[in-house]
């Protein structure tokens, strides 16, 4: 008969628990698409990890017409920021079976997809978790045109890029406002110019 340490029965549990989330992970690649939001328009961390150093862009978005969009409405959530792993408890485990266990299926959500660790709490992110079903086969979804309030090219980007996209938002948004990000000559800041 082989006995236990309290260290075997943690790294089981730990294990267990790691698979579980890497498992659960796998299950919502497969049947969501997600939307991440920010109420921070121009901070360095953000464009340097979200618009590949500067180089991309940023779409503002009228929240309230955005609500409106049929794929999104009432799935806009704020992310919660902690500094501990969310407790996952035995019955929101249960909640993997939606139909059955609506509620613990709603508190399993929440813990899995909209928590993350305080140290990002700088971007002030919403989410949309959107079933992959309501997406395009692409895995994609369009937006009306009214979402977009104004679009804001990074201060990277290079100048063929800045052509095609100005291209492109004057023939597909023409009514869309148009930035440019530029680093302030004084201070660290990004200055904000309209285009």
């Known amino acids: 008969r082989h006995s236990m340490s309290i260290s075997d029965i943690m ?63 009432n799935t806009l959530k704020k992310i919660k920021y902690t500094e501990q792993f969310p407790e996952i408890t035995f019955e929101m485990i249960k909640g993997m079976n939606k139909e059955l266990f609506p509620e613990e299926a709603k508190k399993l959500f929440e813990v899995l997809l909209l928590t993350k660790q305080e140290i990002w709490n700088y971007e002030n992110e919403y989410r949309s978790i959107i079933p992959i079903k309501n997406l395009a086969e692409n895995g994609l979804f369009s937006l009306p045109k009214e979402c977009f309030k104004s679009v804001t090219l990074g201060c990277a980007m290079q100048e063929q890029d800045r052509n095609k996209i100005l291209c492109m938002i004057h023939n597909h948004l023409p009514e869309t406002n148009i930035f440019e990000n530029k680093i302030n000559k004084r201070n660290y800041s990004l200055d904000h110019l309209k285009v």
């Open 11 to 73: 790294e089981k549990t730990i294990y267990g628990y790691k698979g579980f989330i890497d498992a659960t992970h796998k299950i919502i690649k497969e049947k969501f698409g997600v939307l991440c939001l920010s109420k921070i328009p121009n901070n360095h961390l953000m464009w340097s990890h979200y618009a590949q150093n500067h180089t991309g862009i940023m779409f503002e978005i009228d929240i309230e017409k955005l609500k409106e969009c049929t794929v999104i409405a």
